[in-house]
């Protein structure tokens, strides 16, 4: 095991700690999603730094069981603060994302509340939204396929 398993461990730990004292509920549409095959995995994401390097702070696997016409709805709860979501719909549910042989993904892909047309990543700024304090949060995420 490496250190880094451990703090993984009790980072999750604190946040899910901290989602239990003062937790914000976040409600995620996801639409345009074009297979029943894989899972919905969401990249919770706290600045332009930590997407860059791919390092999510919380990771968030949904079965796509309740799919409806390309489009699903998941919840789940986020202590107040500034986040972002990066989704991935993994076909394949190997949890990362698959590129072709030229480095274009093979894979759905989506950011909270912005459709991202551009062929390099965006930057936090352009999906990141405020979480405050007793109050919920709607966000929509369309699903973007490239091949």
Partial sequence: MTLKTPRLIIIAGLLFTAA????????VTVTGIRSEKGQIAIGVITDDESFRKD????????????LNNGSMTVSFSLEPGTWGLALLDDEDNNRLMEYNFLGIPKEGFGFSDYYHTGLSKPSFEMF?????????KSIKIKVRYIL
């Fill in 20 to 27: 239990e004292v003062s937790s914000q509920n976040i409600e």
């Fill in 128 to 136: 990141s939204f405020d979480l405050v304090k007793d109050q919920s």
């Fill in 55 to 66: 390092k999510a702070v919380l990771e968030i696997q949904f079965p796509k069981k309740d």
